[in-house]
């Protein structure tokens, strides 16, 4: 309840004991008006109460301009908000990670981060230049600077923590790129003649050995899930893959095999990208650029 609520319950409660006023004219009370307090600017985007302002969000757009122009692509404006909305988006929830996970760039973190990039530009004076020349304002270059650290953060340990073994599969295949030719080889192979020898043929540099690779690394699901359906010496039916007609001969499996970098960086990305859907499928997302 409040004071004036209170005050007039007490009032009206207790009028019997109290004298009956004089008659006379009514004083008209002043009523004192509260000044008005400015109303925040809602953000661009906000993932669980954390944001890109609209003048932030405007100078992200202004840098993507750029980028596009440099290279000679042309975008709508609808399809660059959408772009540059997903980046910040996932940059936040990278961000809002981090400090889930008790990691903030401190102040001093921040600063000679900063300090760095000045003495790579040359001094002051060029790094005024460069703020300018690519939008930033010194607060909001400094807000980018914590966030992508975080981000940066963030994304080194989900990296770190993606499996280095995995069970992989080491394949020898013949690619042929029409179909012609794909049922040619594959009436070879059907009538005795030697896998290796057939592929060889088609690839005389690799032989057709593309080595051992994990489930998630091969881009063609279709041909990813023919290759772990083989066991070593098997060799598969004619596939019609993304890029051409595949046979396949698995050569080795491994159920717990060490990833090659290529393949561990493959998974790592692919960890990462994982982990941000995952984020965002609970997180408050509200986009109004």
């Known amino acids: 309840m409040n004071k004036l609520l209170l005050l007039a319950v007490i009032l009206l409660t207790s009028c ?13 009370p002043t009523i004192t008006p509260i000044p008005p307090t400015s109303t925040p600017l809602p953000f ?20 993507y301009q750029d980028m596009l122009t440099s290279q000679g692509i042309s975008k709508s404006e609808d399809e660059i908000k959408t772009i540059v909305s997903d980046e910040l988006t996932t940059l936040l929830i990278l961000r809002n990670g981090a400090i889930a996970e008790g990691y903030s760039p401190s102040p001093e973190d921040i600063q000679t981060r900063i300090q760095a990039i000045i003495s790579a530009l040359g001094g002051q004076e060029s790094f005024d230049l460069w703020l300018e020349k690519n939008h ?10 914590e966030r992508n650290t975080a981000a940066a953060w963030m994304r080194d340990k989900i990296a770190m923590d993606t499996p280095k073994v995995a069970e992989q599969v080491h394949i020898q295949q013949m690619l042929l790129y029409d179909e012609d030719s794909a049922n040619y080889y594959f009436g070879q192979l059907n009538a005795g003649v030697d896998f290796d020898l057939l592929a060889s043929q088609i690839d005389p540099v690799t032989r057709g050995d593309i080595g051992w690779f994990p489930k998630g690394y091969i881009p063609d699901t279709t041909i990813e899930s023919a290759a772990f359906g083989l066991q070593p010496g098997d060799t598969s039916a004619l596939i019609k893959g993304n890029v051409g007609w595949y046979i396949l001969l698995c050569l080795e499996r491994s159920t717990d095999r060490e990833l090659t970098p290529d393949a561990l960086a493959v998974m790592q990305k692919k960890q990462i990208s994982t982990w941000v859907e995952q984020q965002k499928s609970t997180a408050r997302i509200l986009v109004n650029p």
Do not use: H, M
């Open 16 to 28: 019997g004991s109290l004298p009956l006023a004089q008659s006379g004219p009514t004083a008209t």
């Open 44 to 63: 661009a985007v906000n993932v669980d109460g954390t944001g890109i302002s609209p003048s932030e969000f405007g100078e992200e757009l202004a840098r």
């Open 136 to 145: 930033y304002d010194t607060d909001s270059f400094i807000k980018a600077i």
